[in-house]
């Protein structure tokens, strides 16, 4: 059992940046678990926005690209996402995932943290 903590959220102008923070513990380890940031808003599927891949590596929706980046520091056992130049249509719940991968193999995600509300207002 991989236990996720987000923190982070709030509510910012068109334009503006958040720093989202997700803290793992009980259970994840580094080397068994990959990371990745999910958003969801009311009535939509949830969308993957970013992961991290066992290489270091990340992989972004394109609508993100160049305004948000993810990050992970293995010390701390936390992943971050830093939002950029943050639009409107960025408003909804982020939740932190866990997968177990090795190599270049992921499973899916299977581990879920109770998610941070991101509100940007025109």
């Known amino acids: 059992q991989v236990q996720l903590v987000e923190s982070g959220g709030g509510s910012v102008q068109s334009g503006g940046s958040l720093r989202l923070s997700c803290a793992a513990s009980?259970?994840?380890?580094?080397?068994?678990?990959?990371l990745g940031w999910f958003r969801q808003g009311p009535g939509n599927e949830r969308e993957g926005v970013a992961d991290?891949?066992?290489?270091?590596?990340?992989v972004y929706i394109d609508s993100v690209k160049g305004r948000f980046t993810i990050s992970q520091d293995n010390a701390k056992n936390t992943l971050y996402l830093q939002m950029n130049s943050l639009k409107p249509e960025d408003t909804d719940m982020y939740y932190c995932?866990?997968?177990?991968?090795?190599?270049?193999?992921?499973?899916?995600?299977?581990?879920w943290g109770q998610g941070t509300q991101v509100t940007v207002s025109s």
């Open positions: 009980t259970g994840y380890t580094y080397s068994r678990y990959c």
């Open positions: 991290m891949l066992r290489d270091g590596n990340a």
């Open positions: 995932a866990a997968r177990a991968c090795l190599g270049g193999w992921y499973g899916p995600y299977t581990y």
